[in-house]
Structures are given as structure tokens and as C-alpha cells.
């Protein structure tokens, strides 16, 4: 039944794509390039807010070779608000190989898949929607919409599984390659969708979905409990002098590694010792001006946060002084910081 059901989807999804497909930046051309800063971008990001951040990367490094070269600052920045910033990091090392070892983007999927931060879903769109290959680009979008189509509670995380929709769908690909993994996940971004009920009635693919026929769509697709996110309390400071502001660079490795952040200390601290806390920093707080209570979730963390606005008498040499104006338009600071602006 799974392999009709398969089959049946060049049929159905072409020409309902050719109709319904969302204009947007990165559908614009097929070059590999493009369609990999978007793929990455999208992977934790939704569309919307994608679409800002894809041309302002693009304008400022407008081909492999620009990102190769790229100073790490200007990559937090342009990256700064998107999350999980290894995948910056990634995009740069994987210019770097495509540089240095193959002179231009790799076309066959061996190289692609091997690159920095490529995993068998982004060379799998890569490939078929720049170079027209039939290799299917599967996602946790593809995995719920096949899941409902075959009316299967095999949890979508399960690793075999994804294996296998692979698989299977390789065998049905069309030549129009690209077109179609972009109409799968088109069905996935918009009509069969994430949170809410699919919209069965204006599927291109109601008639033989097996989750629309049984009732059992809104149920799919299955997935492994989550474990639960540890909660780390922190005190964060925002500290002034004379409209100067102070940051100061994360370690280079672990969380939000290089990035700039406010200083901050375990354990949300009273105002009595978040203002002992800052004469151990050495500095002389003057006046304090407020609190605020502010939470940021990471996959595995959730950032429990008390911001202590405190300004001081001098600046330091230990950390950076900026303005607000010059740390929004310089310093890449993390959402997690960036919400105490
Ligand atoms: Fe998803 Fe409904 Fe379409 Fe089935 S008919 S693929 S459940 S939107």
C-alpha cells in the first residue's frame, strides 16, 4: 500500500506546486550557493524571518568566496538573532573546503554531503533542487506528511525510519527533481503543517491519504518523548557609564561560543549582592535603576534570568564600553542578552 501511496505523489504534488508555490527569495534561481545559506537558515527558523536575514547575508557576501574569507564578527552579526550559531560557524568552514579543495561548489552529492554542517538533508535539497538530482532532501515537514499519508505511528525521530521514507522516496523521483523535493516540503510548510489540523479538504493529496481516509491525520505524526531542558538561573548586569554600556566576549568554546554578552554569574543574586557581585568585578556602582525578570530556551537549557540595570562610576579595561547604537550596529549579541536591551 506504502509504495501506491509513494507513487501516486509525483502526480499529485507537480502540478498543485505549479499553482500554490509561495514566491520566495531563495526560489528565485537554482544556484547551489543560494540555496544552501537558505536551507541552513531555515533548518530552526521560520520563513518569515528568514527572509530578512537571507538578503542581508547575501549582500554582504555575495558568493562562496566572500564567505570564505568572511571576518568572524561580521558572521555573528549577520547571523546575530537567528540561533544555534554553529551553523554560521559551519557555513564558513564548508566555504573554506569548497575554496581550497574543489575551486567551485561540489555537483555531486559524495562532496556535498561531506561538507561542514551538511547532513543527508541539506545535500539531498542541495543536489536536487540546484543540480536536478533525484536525491529527496527529509525533514521532521517530509517525515509528518509522509507519516500521515501512510497513516504510520512509527515515532518520526526514529532514525531507521527516516532511513527508510529515503529510501523510498528515491525510487519515485521524477525528472523535474527539484521541483518536486520543493513541493514536498511546500505540502509540508503550508497545507499538511506542524501545528494545527491539516487542511485535508485543499490537499492535493486527499484522495489516497490514508490519514485523511482513517481520521487519523490530526493524530501524526508520533514522536519520542522530549527529555526535559535543565534551568540554569543566572544575574545578568547591564552596567552604564556616561551612556556606555558592557560587554564583554563568551568563551571560545561551548554556548554561544565568541559571542558578546552582558556580564552575568550563576544564581539570580538580591540587589544587595548583584551589587557586592559588581564591586568584585572591580567596578563602582553608582545608582541602581531596576530589575527585570527574563527566561531564554536553548534545545537542551532554559535560561532563567534577573537583569540588574546598575550604572557605575568609570568604565574598564576588562571589558568593552559601547553605546547602544554601537552594540546593535557591531557587537553580535545573542537573543538571550539582547532581550535586556
Ligand atoms: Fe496531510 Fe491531510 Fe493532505 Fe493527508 S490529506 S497529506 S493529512 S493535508
Avoid at 549577520?78 to 575551486?103: F, M
Wanted: with cysteine; proline share 6%.
Amino acid at each position: 500500500m506504502e509504495q501506491n501511496i509513494y507513487a501516486l505523489l509525483p502526480g499529485a504534488l507537480l502540478p498543485w506546486y505549479a499553482e500554490n508555490k509561495r514566491d520566495l527569495p531563495w526560489r528565485k534561481d537554482t544556484d547551489p550557493y543560494h540555496i544552501w545559506v537558505s536551507e541552513i537558515m531555515l533548518q530552526q527558523t521560520r520563513v518569515e524571518a528568514v527572509k530578512g536575514y537571507y538578503a542581508r547575508f547575501l549582500n554582504a557576501l555575495p558568493t562562496v568566496e566572500a564567505l570564505a574569507k568572511a571576518d568572524d564578527e561580521l558572521l555573528h552579526k549577520l547571523w546575530e538573532g537567528l540561533g544555534y550559531y554553529t551553523r554560521v560557524r559551519n557555513l564558513k568552514k564548508a566555504a573554506q573546503t569548497i575554496v581550497n579543495t574543489y575551486g567551485a561548489f561540489p555537483a555531486d552529492y559524495k562532496s556535498v554531503r561531506a561538507l561542514s554542517g551538511i547532513g543527508d538533508y541539506t545535500a539531498g535539497a542541495i543536489c536536487s533542487i540546484a543540480y536536478n538530482m533525484p536525491t529527496p532532501a527529509v525533514d521532521g515537514n517530509v517525515l509528518r506528511v509522509i507519516s500521515r499519508l501512510t497513516d504510520d505511528v512509527t515515532p518520526i525521530d526514529n532514525i531507521a525510519y527516516r532511513k527508510q521514507v529515503q529510501a523510498e522516496l528515491a525510487k519515485i523521483y521524477p525528472k523535474e527533481a527539484g521541483t518536486f523535493t520543493q513541493a514536498l516540503m511546500e505540502l509540508g510548510a503550508t497545507v499538511c503543517g506542524p501545528n494545527r489540523k491539516p487542511d485535508c479538504e485543499n490537499c492535493p493529496c486527499h484522495s489516497f491519504c490514508l490519514g485523511a481516509k482513517r481520521g487519523t491525520a490530526d493524530t501524526l505524526p508520533i514522536k519520542k518523548p522530549k527529555a526535559k531542558r535543565r534551568i540554569q538561573e543566572r544575574t545578568v548586569f547591564i552596567l552604564s557609564c556616561d551612556g556606555q554600556y558592557a560587554i564583554e566576549k563568551r568563551p571560545a568554546n561551548g554556548l554561544l561560543a565568541n559571542l558578546w554578552q552582558f556580564p552575568n554569574v550563576p544564581g539570580k543574586l538580591d540587589v544587595k549582592s548583584a551589587i557586592e557581585a559588581v564591586e568584585k568585578m572591580g567596578l563602582k556602582p553608582k545608582d541602581f535603576h531596576m530589575q527585570v525578570e527574563r527566561k531564554h530556551i536553548f534545545t537542551h537549557i532554559e535560561w532563567d534570568m534577573i537583569g540588574v540595570y546598575l550604572s557605575v562610576a568609570d568604565t574598564d579595561d576588562v571589558r568593552k564600553w559601547m553605546t547602544l547604537e554601537e552594540i546593535k550596529a557591531q557587537a553580535a549579541l545573542p537573543t538571550a542578552f539582547r532581550q535586556f536591551l
